[in-house]
């Protein structure tokens, strides 16, 4: 009987029974491959559960995950606390920024913590993981490294070696026999993770699958997986910066959206205790444009510096670019300053830039974004001592945002004389001593309080 095969979209996953030249689930053209319907493995791989059955609610004991804390305090705090036993976590990033680097020092923490740790690489020799490993000056007496990108094979090796942490490095250079398709593709890539998923569950045993991805998130793989795991960290920002943000966007153990923040150096990925003084390091004290935010990334409040260039355009049209921020909330805020304050921003280029590379989704970050637009359309500088948060409406009013008094007290911390922020955040919470706090209720208010 001939095999039945099916087109999968190598970027959504979509699955179609005939080729079609633009996949009808995420837009992208040219990406539907043949693959070999998965049908009969997804069958096996079922049978291998164990029975469950019904369970009463109130007879189910509580008890919060144990987890093992790994020494390095930035990659726990993504992670929610620590390593939970029989998890299956995936960690993506962009080729070259440094993935393999954070998951050989988690080895190293792991493995001085008396845990034997299996680090199986399908793209990098044992020598050349050696050669990193000096770099990082890794000790590690019970770390074991495998060369193959055969999941059956690894299976076995991990039998054997009944290991109590396994890293995969990467989850699109290991393929199972049981598919016909080519490592990589979205069945190989979707397999592996199922498989894993099912060996982290069985054995109690935390499971981190490296996934690269491109600038687009495109290539089979972990956009994907994203239900599949228990958590999902991907490296944020560029490798150009020293630094680098992880960010848990999906986390079944803890909370998501928290960032860990690190700095590339000589011997790996250290953690950085105080992000606010790294990302505003560099920030030129009474440039017109530039804004500190106060945002929250997780549970942390972090002070980042916004950066906007507003000039008039030599073009037909004029251009808009944001980096950090969500373009379309910028377009939003224009529209808005726009109608409501009679700002005359159609001729006018718009750039903005996060500095430092981190990505700042929450609406916190408005009252900023107006900000910065209006000092460089102005060509003013503010306040240089003023920090910033709020959510700004379509009317111009300034509204409340969660967590007012940590972000208060971070900027009072990092040196700040005043911020600005919405007054239905006040009273604040707890009060903080040392900072002067003017409440906004709407953006027109704002623009008197910022400039020098
Ligand atoms: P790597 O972990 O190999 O990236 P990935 O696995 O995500 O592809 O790290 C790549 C970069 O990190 C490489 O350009 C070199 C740099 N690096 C350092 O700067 N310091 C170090 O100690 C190490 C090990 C790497
Ligand atoms: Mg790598």
């Known amino acids: 009987m001939k095999d039945k095969t099916h087109y999968a979209c190598q970027e959504c996953g979509h699955l179609s029974p005939k080729w079609l030249g633009r996949c009808p689930g995420c837009g992208a053209w040219n990406s539907l491959a043949e693959e070999r319907a998965p049908s009969e493995t997804r069958a096996a791989a079922d049978l291998r559960l164990p029975l469950t059955h019904p369970k009463l609610y109130r007879e189910i004991p509580f008890d919060d995950f144990v987890r093992h804390p790994t020494a390095n305090a930035e990659f ?5 606390g620590g390593v939970v036993p029989g998890s299956l976590v995936l960690l993506g990033g962009e080729p070259g920024i440094g993935k393999s680097t954070l998951l050989l020092q988690i080895a190293e923490q792991l493995s001085q913590a008396g845990k034997k740790v299996l680090y ?11 050669m990193r490993g000096e ?7 019970r770390l074991y490294l495998l060369s193959e990108t055969c999941l059956e094979r690894i299976f076995e090796e991990c039998a054997n070696l009944l290991p109590d942490a396994v890293i995969v490095d990467s989850v699109q250079t290991i393929y199972s026999l049981k598919l016909d398709s080519a490592p990589g593709t979205i069945s190989q890539v979707r397999e592996v993770a199922a498989q894993f998923l099912l060996f982290a569950k069985g054995h109690t045993v935390p499971v981190f699958l490296i996934g690269h991805i491109t ?3 495109a290539i089979a793989g972990p956009k994907a997986l994203e239900h599949i795991v228990d958590a999902v960290l991907y490296f944020e920002g560029e490798r150009h910066h020293n630094h680098r943000v992880v960010r848990a966007v999906k986390n079944r153990f803890g909370a998501a959206n ?3 923040v690190f700095e590339m150096t000589e011997a790996g990925l250290q953690g950085v205790e105080n ?3 790294l990302f505003l390091a560099e920030r030129p004290v009474g440039s017109a444009g530039s804004v500190v935010l106060c945002c929250l990334e997780g549970s942390r409040p972090i002070l980042v510096e916004l950066q906007a260039l507003v000039g008039a355009t030599p073009y037909a049209t004029a251009k808009r670019m944001a980096t950090g921020v969500d373009p379309n909330r910028v377009s939003l805020l224009m529209a808005m300053l726009e109608k409501r304050l009679g700002y005359h921003l159609v001729g006018n280029d718009v750039f903005l830039n996060v500095a430092g590379g981190i990505t ?4 916190a970050a408005d009252l900023g974004i107006v900000a910065a637009i209006a000092s460089s359309l102005h060509n003013k500088p503010l306040h240089p001592y003023t920090a910033v948060f709020g959510e700004v409406g379509l009317s111009g009013e300034v509204r409340a945002v969660a967590q007012a008094h940590l972000r208060v007290r971070e900027a009072a911390h990092m040196g700040f004389q005043r911020c600005l922020l919405p007054a239905s955040n006040l009273p604040l919470q707890s009060p903080v001593t040392g900072i002067e706090v003017i409440g906004l209720r ?3 208010e704002s623009l008197q309080h910022l400039f020098i």
Not at 76 to 80: E, I, S
Not at 360 to 363: D, F, L, Q, Y
């Open 360 to 363: 700042v989704e929450e609406p």
């Open 275 to 277: 992000p606010s003084r």
């Open 258 to 260: 928290e960032v860990g």
């Open 120 to 130: 199986i690489s399908g793209e990098e020799s044992d020598r050349q993981i050696k």
């Open 135 to 141: 770099r990082l000056g890794i000790q590690a007496q």
């Open 215 to 217: 600038k687009e998130g």
């Open 442 to 444: 709407h953006v027109a």
């Open 76 to 80: 726990d705090r993504v992670l929610g």
